[in-house]
């Protein structure tokens, strides 16, 4: 018979005839921490800090995740995220709406497991000048369940 080894990741305590882990669910924690592929090479443009190699900020430092994303405008956003540029505006609405005091449900039937936050006037109807800030105001913004969103996208539902 083989000897039983206790398996050297600290938070399994798995017995195992494999010399080191029970399972590659085990063998990853470990390796991976200890050899981590993405190395922190850059530095952050504002603070130093250590950063990935395809960053110029740190995620304190960049606009979409600071307060200067309000400053910013549509234009702006399209020009610097050529694909998708409306989910970036979409974060930053989410964001502005999960600090708000406005409930965490849907407006229409209070379904609280999931809802999305969806803007009143849709992005794609502000002019590239606009700033984010007032397409992203909070009395723009809405949530609502995956069912009334699809049906306010497709026009069923009015606000």
């Known amino acids: 018979m083989y000897k039983q ?3 050297f990741n600290p938070s399994c305590n798995n017995e195992t005839n494999n010399l080191k882990f029970c399972s590659r669910s085990c ?3 470990i390796n991976n921490k200890e050899f981590p592929k993405r190395r922190l090479t850059n530095t952050c443009s504002e603070c130093g800090t250590k950063i990935r190699s395809n960053r110029k900020y740190c995620k304190d430092h960049n606009n979409l ?3 200067r994303w309000k400053d910013l405008t549509l234009d702006y956003v399209r020009s610097v995220y050529k694909y998708q540029p409306h989910s970036r505006v979409r974060i ?3 964001k ?3 600090q708000s005091n406005k409930p965490k449900s849907c407006e229409i039937c209070n379904y609280a497991r999931f809802f999305h936050v969806c803007h009143k006037k849709p992005i794609y109807m502000f002019s590239n000048d606009t700033k984010l800030s ?3 105001d ?3 913004l809405i949530a609502l369940c995956p069912n009334h969103h699809r049906e306010l996208d ?3 539902l009015t606000i």
């Open 5 to 7: 080894h206790k398996c």
């Open 27 to 29: 063998a990853s924690i």
């Open 65 to 67: 995740y600071t307060s």
């Open 92 to 94: 930053i609405a989410r």
């Open 96 to 98: 502005v709406y999960m």
């Open 134 to 136: 007032v397409i992203n």
């Open 138 to 140: 909070i009395n723009n």
């Open 154 to 156: 497709n026009g069923y």
